[in-house]
């Protein structure tokens, strides 16, 4: 007798895209706030990025239920940090975390699919880039979620990252400026919102740099 | 006359009725170098007396930040203090986690009250040997309660702990009537002006107190010792003249803080700040 499967998941997916790019001195975050169920569109105005400490931002694309879970934990952690440490967490330390949270939960994992990005304790761009349990890797740029298929082989093409076997160790921080890193990601998104039914609506670019964080806003196609 | 009969543990009562090894814990916080707090409608301020042990060792860090919208200050065995602030801190983390807004400071109280009761009721237990002041603001507006180590919790409008206690609760019992309207800055010099009674002679200076502050719109945060000297130096000159001058005072300031040197410097030892 064929064994009978489960007809109920946990888990949904919400569709919509993530990228985050790494400059010399700056770092770039986008997402697209489309929150999608099935072929139905569940709002158009969800941002799927998170502040998680001053230099530190998390987008995160999959299961958005799990990926608000996941922002609260994350938070809840870096006050006690605070308390403990008298400072904010930087993103490395902030990338290492998420990374024992996402396997701390190996057998029944958070459904997101996350890119970190921030300054690291020198000023530098970065940008982690991780699977939903936790495997994460410091890259130059990334994207995940419903669009990452047709995203990131373009930001191949433009950004040519290094590749991490290389010797001796290569700086994995693109060689753009803040401007045009800004540009290439709603070229981006205006790409995969054309051929992708879940990214669209409007863009969210968070740019993180020695001045703060700013957020900015573009509109994409609404079909 | 009996006391030393019926003090050997805390679950034995004396014939009185009294519990002797939980009154010799409020004997600690007694011992301890004083913590004041005062509150009017919208702000609470905490403050305390930094005595090192000795010239060589750095002070005790005494008032803690819970979260955003409480603090607390202690007096007494400062490792039990720093214990309970950990518990204070996390439950506010795990209230706000499952509610989406901050802890209220009545409840919090109320939890850290039931966590004292139950060390005097176990006999493989002893009190917290720590008084804590604890301020707060939330939806019912500004409070400040005393935890006792007996389990026992009040409210106050202002109150002074620790040892020469008594010369601040003087002056506060003067003014606290006063309190309820009083603005942010003029309970931040009353604050300071408690503190100077319970060091009886001693000069204040900001290198010997530490005073914190919670309010609308204001989070909890502990002021930083420039702006503490600024404020001491206000309202010292205040009693031979009118109201606190500002240029004499910016000058008076920079001076008391060159005088301090290192001890402003904000990457010092963390139990400065």
């Known amino acids: 007798m064929p064994k009978e499967q489960a007809n109920w998941s946990p888990y949904d997916n919400n569709g919509g895209s993530c990228v985050a790019v790494a400059g010399a001195d700056y770092c770039v975050i986008a997402a697209d706030t489309r929150m999608s169920t099935g072929y139905n569109i569940l709002t158009r105005d969800y941002s799927k990025i998170c502040k998680l400490a001053d230099k530190c931002v998390m987008a995160s694309s999959g299961f958005q239920a799990d990926v608000k879970a996941l922002q609260k934990h994350l938070a809840a952690r870096h006050l006690i940090y605070q308390h403990q440490h008298n400072k904010q967490m930087s993103c490395p330390a902030m990338a290492q975390l998420l990374s024992n949270t996402l396997y701390y939960k190996r057998f029944f994992p958070y459904y997101s699919f996350n890119v970190l990005g921030g300054l690291d304790n020198e000023g530098k761009g970065c940008v982690f880039t991780y699977d939903a349990v936790g495997s994460y890797e410091k890259v130059g740029y990334s994207c995940q979620g419903s669009g990452s298929t047709l995203i990131m082989p373009f930001l191949d093409n433009q950004l040519k990252s290094p590749s991490p076997l290389l010797l001796p160790a290569q700086d994995a921080v693109t060689p753009l400026a803040e401007a045009e890193a800004i540009d290439l990601i709603k070229t981006v998104f205006a790409s995969a919102s054309e051929r992708d039914i879940y990214t669209g609506d409007k863009l969210e670019i968070v740019v993180i740099n020695a001045d703060g964080i700013r957020r900015e806003y573009m509109d994409l196609r609404k079909d | ?273």
């Open chain 2, 1 to 273: 006359m009996f006391r030393n009969q019926y003090d050997t543990d805390v679950t034995t009562w004396s014939p009185a009725g009294r519990l002797f090894q939980v009154e010799y814990a409020m004997e600690a916080v007694k011992q301890g170098s004083a913590a004041i707090g005062l509150r009017s409608k919208t702000h609470v301020v905490l403050g305390c007396v930094n005595k090192a042990n000795s010239e060589l060792s750095s002070h005790q860090k005494k008032i803690f930040k819970v979260d955003d919208h409480i603090g607390v200050a202690i007096a007494g065995l400062t490792a039990d203090g720093r214990v309970l602030s950990r518990y204070m801190r996390n439950e506010c983390i795990n209230y706000n986690f499952t509610y989406e807004s901050p802890l209220p400071v009545g409840r919090l109280v109320v939890q850290l009250a039931d966590k004292a009761q139950v060390c005097t009721q176990r006999s493989w237990k002893r009190p917290y040997g720590v008084g804590l002041l604890v301020a707060g603001l939330d939806e019912s507006g500004a409070h400040l309660y005393y935890n006792c180590p007996s389990g026992n919790y009040f409210e106050y409008q202002a109150f002074a702990i620790g040892s020469r206690s008594q010369a601040a609760k003087t002056y506060l019992e003067r003014r606290f009537e006063n309190l309820a309207d009083s603005s942010r800055d003029d309970l931040v010099k009353d604050a300071l002006m408690a503190i100077r009674e319970a060091l009886q002679g001693e000069t204040l200076k900001s290198s010997i107190c530490t005073v914190a502050v919670v309010g609308v719109g204001e989070p909890f945060h502990i002021l930083d010792q420039e702006t503490v000297q600024q404020m001491i130096n206000a309202f010292e000159i205040v009693g031979e003249q009118e109201g606190p001058a500002a240029e004499p005072d910016a000058a008076a300031g920079q001076e008391a803080a060159a005088e301090q040197g290192g001890s402003t410097d904000e990457g010092v030892a963390p139990m400065d700040i």
